[in-house]
């Protein structure tokens, strides 16, 4: 059994987790949008990684007996003016979601639940990663972006993108 502090936590997770699914498909729909498909796989796949995480928690919940609920995920609503605009506000949602682990972890280890502690391990490395991945492309653009042949190869770069289903589902 989860304490039901860490249980509510972590089923919140879950509905940040789609949240962010729901973000960067709005990222994507922006990109559709200039013509920059690279960009806009790039969100997508991002999005299909988000709901992994969702269904991972989702999963660790009902293997600790916790009914999983569904409350409704807030509409993406941010506004873009230039293209590095939605890798800038990825990049702030991210440190935003390591923020929100570091929380739950914090509270599993006051109530030295060294269970949720170790299932917790695989986000704190994951954050790590996507921090990474979305400042990556901030700088890629910064680097890139002004110049519209490098803006191509940067499209191109980002179409090449392919969604992997996490390890995490497979165990
Ligand atoms: Fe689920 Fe992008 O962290």
């Known amino acids: 059994m989860l304490n039901q502090n860490i249980a509510d936590m972590l089923n919140d997770q879950v509905n940040k987790e789609l949240y962010s699914a729901y ?86 280890f006051d109530a030295k639940d060294f269970k949720t502690m170790q299932f917790l391990d695989w986000f704190v490395k994951e954050q790590v990663e996507e921090e990474k991945n979305a400042d990556d492309l901030i700088k890629k653009m910064e680097l890139f972006g002004s110049d519209p042949k490098g803006l191509y190869m940067l499209n191109q770069e980002l179409l090449a993108r392919v969604y992997t289903p996490s390890t995490m589902l497979a165990e």
């Open 23 to 108: 973000l960067y498909l709005d990222f994507a729909n922006y990109y559709a949008d200039e013509g920059l498909d690279g960009f806009q796989n790039w969100y997508e796949v991002q999005a299909k990684e988000e709901r992994d995480h969702a269904m991972i928690i989702r999963r660790y919940l009902q293997d600790n007996g916790v009914r999983v609920t569904f409350p409704a995920i807030a509409e993406p609503d941010k506004a873009f003016h230039a293209h590095i605009d939605p890798l800038k506000a990825g990049l702030e949602h991210e440190q935003y979601v390591t923020s929100l682990i570091s929380d739950i972890y914090s509270a599993a």
